[in-house]
């Protein structure tokens, strides 16, 4: 550890003199040190979620320029990312970061390669971060796709493979909330889901839905391919470990173990929480509203 924060620390070189806020519900990442055409690139991937200035930032990272892999790389790895210490200092392939002195400040070390565009790389810094963010915010981020219909939000969440993209087409007509990943924050008498920019197809969202960027939670659902569609509510020991197996890099926030596990009870034990099996041909928002009506009698289709 003490090698990888000096090798980190004693980085002085950053790209540029640009900077961006990245806002996400009330979750505000500022990121320093961006050359012009990273920053271009950046609000381009992020389009109305991002901008050159803005309100105070939750929390800052300023981009370093790094010429060497913070860490071997394992085939079939390509985002391995590994804590050092308390979490931190975070180490991947490509970046590392690591938190300032300074209240809520964090540099990275950033590698860039000919196989990923540097923005991809950023992002994946601001990914973790973000994630950091929740959990100190009184929720959690997941793996998850968000879809939003009159007005609430609905997270379909799993790993890579679990359908998630194949959920989100049964689930249509319905606008995006990002794709792959999703934000569960405590509201006033309610939880919300915080829309996001990420998106495979690595193109800029539409303006941010909903008040402030988040929508009342009608609920999540972990994915499971099946043969026939039908969700279940699992016993609480079991939505807990399914649910935190959809949480974004709990292992690199060994100090926020405990409040992560405490949200995630407190959201399963408001009922908000349900194991989705669908087929391919599932009518999905049958089942999704049903389910999410069991313990909101209010939702409307």
Known sequence: MAETLDRLTRLDRPRGGEARRLTIGPLVVAIEGLDRTLAQRLDARWGEFA?????????TVRVFVSDDRWLSERPGEPYRMEA???????????????????????RAGVTERPEEPVERIVENVVRLLLGRLAVEAGGFALHAAGVARSGRAYLLAGPSNAGKSTAVSLAAPAESLGDDYGIVLPGTGEWVA?????????RAPSRPPGSGGVLP?????????????RAERPPTGVAVATLLGCAVAPWTMPDLSGPMLRQASAFIDSGGYAHLHFARDADLWTVLLYSARLDNPSTSG
């Open 194 to 202: 915080a829309a996001v920019p990420f998106d495979n197809s690595e």
């Open 51 to 59: 901008a050159a200035e803005g309100r105070g930032a939750s929390c």
């Open 217 to 229: 939670l009608a609920g999540v659902w972990r994915l499971y391919k099946a043969q026939t569609t």
């Open 84 to 106: 050092e210490g308390d979490g931190g200092l975070v180490v991947s392939e490509r970046f590392a970061v690591a938190r300032e002195p300074e209240p809520g400040r964090w």
